[in-house]
């Protein structure tokens, strides 16, 4: 019997033993073509600068996805265009300009605006007169017989739903140039809503300017001085039905094919600058980690998947979508690795508890990668659903879908969706490191003896992604597929401390209708810091008051309250919060621990002091929250 049995327990030690020590030499070698000849920031470069923004429903998403399939062929993957879905209405952004044509002023000559996704243009330049919009009959009836071809300034006032029609309506009558609205002091965001259809295009043009420039151009209006504007604005709709594709390339597996790792990224993106950091930079590292790993000979065990979706900022529809179309595969994915928050780098993965000592053998690697840029796993007792990217789909379905947790000095909010999400936004030492993690963390996943762990996969979390990818607009609700309605509430956020209720549909936010997701996300995103929430609740309205977190754009030890990263421009940096520093009270209020310092800071006035100990002295900071 040991006679026998002896061999065949050396073969397999042998087999295991070979087994490990071919996955280290791919993972050197993974790190050599990673370090040496990275070429992440050129697939960047060509998707942000050579293609450009990459909207759902663009000419150039779709270039996009077949330039990414092309990518992932050349490096012997196979790989496809698959087909989610439509949108009724195409839309392409050219150029957009604008500018102050008298009086002359020089800091009016260049005007910075935006105008939203699936909105027209001017399609060449349109010059009028400045003029303000009314606020009450009194001044529509006073200001009507100026429309004509005028650049109206929109008070930004609530009229009332009826008097606002009748403003709109009297817009449309008189055929002014375009409305102007107020935008932020700095950031300009895109959105835009592209359920529309072929025969009702929208015809308003409708333009966000930055506030220092607004309230210029109404401040002259209001010296009596005539105002001049010209705006060329090249929007272009295409008559659907525009298909739409998630790409996918594989590397099979040799053991058991059936059996996969994702890895992915959105590849669309807003269309107010050329989405890089949103989410350019997940794309270019999913491209970057299939290249290494195919460079490096990788022959995994299981298969490892690179998806490309499309529609995620619309709400993850290209996610969704493949993962209605095949349920069957759900048993079989060990895990979804989602980059989609930024430049930052990857800097670890949150674990349950049974995937802890499995994850500390899987990403061992990565810790010794570069001293500078940890890696860390973090227990936690679910993973957290509702960050809003592609692995909440398979969350929910009960795969374990992760969103990698990133740091370091790139501030995501300042380019998230706004018209400075250029590729000079991107950090290239980032970018190089985090695709050797994305591809030996996939490796060392693909090659493990079974699928990870499902049990106590899912909690839902008090801020959880919502927090990590810097928004301080986090109303805290899942909805439905109207969009509107909600589904679920997350706890420990501004709609669970509000008393927002599941089933609730959501009518109103700060005053702004809301229709959809895509409105109601841009509501909440322009909502004051207290908000009133309308809502119809078993066929009544109902006003709920929420109060929105706020974030103060830097990253710490575990305490919550020793810095170790303060993101550039955040209200952080501006108030002098240096690493290292341990914040000790907010607005005088002494605080604990980082759920006692979110508290004082949401409860807080705009404007705090904030009591920091720095190398053993006591000293106060003015933070100045943006809301
Ligand atoms: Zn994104």
Same mark, same amino acid.
């Given at each position: 019997m040991k006679l026998v049995l002896r061999p065949a327990l050396l073969l397999v030690a042998a087999v295991l033993f070979l087994g490990a020590r071919q996955e280290a030499s791919v993972v050197d070698k993974i790190i050599d073509e990673g370090r040496n000849r990275s070429e992440v920031m050129a697939h960047l470069d060509h998707l942000t600068n050579g293609i450009g923004p990459r909207l759902t429903s663009s000419d150039r998403l779709t270039r996009a996805g077949a330039w990414a399939r092309h990518q992932f062929e050349s490096w012997g993957l196979k790989s496809r265009l698959e087909q989610w879905g439509t949108y009724p209405v195409g839309f392409n952004r050219g150029p957009w300009s604008g500018s102050?044509?008298? /009086?002359?002023e020089p800091e009016l000559k260049n005007l910075t605006f935006v105008t939203m996704s699936w909105t027209p243009g001017t399609n060449g330049p349109v010059e009028g007169a400045a003029v303000m919009g009314p606020a009450t009959e009194e001044e529509l009836t006073a200001v009507e017989p100026n429309l004509k071809g005028a650049w109206v300034l929109s008070p930004g006032v609530s009229t009332g739903r009826e008097l606002n029609e009748k403003i709109l309506a009297a817009y449309d009558k008189a055929g002014i140039a375009g409305l102007i609205r107020k935008g932020g002091a700095t950031l300009l965001l895109t959105g835009g809503n592209g359920r529309i259809a072929w025969d009702k295009l929208p015809k308003r043009v409708n333009i966000t300017m930055l506030s220092k420039q607004y309230d210029r151009i109404k401040d002259l209006i209001g010296e009596k001085k005539e105002v001049r504007l010209r705006f060329d604005i090249k929007n272009e709709f295409v008559k659907g039905p525009i298909p739409l594709y998630n790409v996918i390339a594989e590397i099979p597996g040799t053991e058991k094919p059936e059996e996969m790792v994702i890895v992915g990224g959105h590849l669309d993106s807003w269309?107010?600058?050329?989405g890089t950091t949103d989410n350019g930079t997940g794309s270019a590292t999913t491209l970057e980690a299939a290249r290494l790993l195919m460079k490096a000979g990788a022959k995994p065990k299981r298969t490892i998947r690179f998806m490309l979706w499309s529609g995620e900022e619309q709400g993850l529809l290209g996610s969704l979508a493949y993962i209605r179309k095949h349920p069957e595969e759900n048993d079989r994915i060990s895990a979804v690795l989602v980059h989609d928050g930024?430049?930052?780098?990857?800097s670890g993965i949150l674990a349950t508890s049974p995937m802890v000592p499995i994850f500390e053998k899987v990403f061992e690697p990565c810790m010794k990668l570069n001293a500078d840029l940890p890696f860390k796993i973090t227990e936690r007792a679910g993973l957290p659903l509702g960050?809003?990217?592609?692995?909440d789909g398979y969350l929910r379905a009960g795969v374990p879908g992760f969103f990698w947790s990133q740091a370091g000095k790139a501030n995501y909010q300042h380019t998230h969706h706004t018209q400075f999400d250029t590729f000079d936004a991107a950090i290239p030492e980032y970018q190089q490191h985090t695709s050797m993690v994305v591809a030996i963390g996939a490796l060392g996943i693909a090659n493990l003896d079974a699928l990870l762990p499902r049990e106590g996969l899912v909690v839902a979390r008090p801020g959880g992604g919502g927090a990590r990818r810097g928004s /301080?607009?986090?109303?805290g609700v899942n909805t439905e597929e109207d969009g509107v309605t909600i589904s679920e509430i997350v706890e420990g956020t501004a709609a669970q401390r509000g008393g927002l209720k599941e089933g609730d549909k959501i009518l109103k936010v700060g005053g702004k209708d809301v229709t959809d997701n895509e409105s109601l996300r841009a509501a909440i995103r322009d909502a004051d810091h207290k908000s009133v929430v309308r809502v119809k609740r078993k066929d009544k309205e109902m006003d709920v008051n929420v109060t929105f977190d706020r974030t103060m754009g830097f990253e710490s030890e575990d305490d919550g309250l020793t810095v170790t990263n303060v993101s550039e421009n955040s209200p952080a940096a501006k108030a002098g919060l240096k690493a290292g520093d341990k914040i000790l009270k907010f607005d005088g209020k002494d605080v604990k621990d980082s759920e006692a310092l979110r508290a004082a800071m949401r409860d807080g006035p705009k404007k705090a002091t904030m009591r920091v100990l720095r190398a053993g002295k006591e000293s106060d900071l003015e933070v100045e929250f943006e809301r």
């Open positions: 102050m044509v008298s /009086p002359d269309d107010g600058a050329t930024g430049t930052n780098y990857v960050i809003g990217s592609d692995h /301080p607009r986090m109303l």
